[in-house]
């Protein structure tokens, strides 16, 4: 079944008669409509907003407005979304080969680097690394509170 087709399926329903009518009221037609797109009774729904309504009155609100216009507006907000989500994949891929090439070029002789690799600066790192823990260890350490107090003793 096509968007369109669900479109129709969920703004109508069949009366007693047999003829086809929309539902009177945009909450009953939005109630009716996502209760049908959600396979769910309708008791669910209006419980939902219910309880949505209670927690925060304007999220409730802006929640079912939100939700009248994704039932009147069929497929219309999912494209926007597969939009948006299609443009910020694109923008990350262009990112991510821009970061690539640009990392590709640097890693180039250039006056900049002075001839330094990712493999200098790693083991300068773990170097200094070891010497802040053994500085943290040393000043840590018994022997460097007790020497402290013996140049405090001395000064005094």
């Known amino acids: 079944m096509t968007r369109h087709e669900h479109h129709e399926h969920y703004h109508f329903h069949q009366t007693k008669r047999g003829s086809r009518t929309k539902p009177k009221g ?52 999912e494209d926007r979304f597969d939009t948006i989500m299609e443009k910020s994949r694109r923008t990350f891929r262009n990112m991510t080969d821009q970061a690539q090439y640009a990392g590709a070029s640097s890693n180039a002789a250039s006056p900049e680097h002075d001839g330094f690799e990712f493999s200098d600066l790693k083991e300068k790192f773990e170097d200094l690394e070891k010497r802040a823990g053994k500085m943290e260890e040393h000043v840590s350490s018994d022997e460097y509170s007790l020497n402290k107090e013996f140049k405090d003793i001395g000064k005094g």
């Not at 907003?49 to 069929?74: C, E, N, Q």
């Open 26 to 77: 945009f909450i009953k037609r939005t109630i009716r409509a996502l209760a049908e797109r959600f396979s769910v009774p309708r008791w669910v729904i209006i419980c939902g907003f219910i309880f949505l309504f209670f927690m925060s009155v304007p999220l409730a609100i802006l929640t079912f407005l939100g939700a009248s216009y994704w039932v009147k507006h069929p497929g219309k907000l």
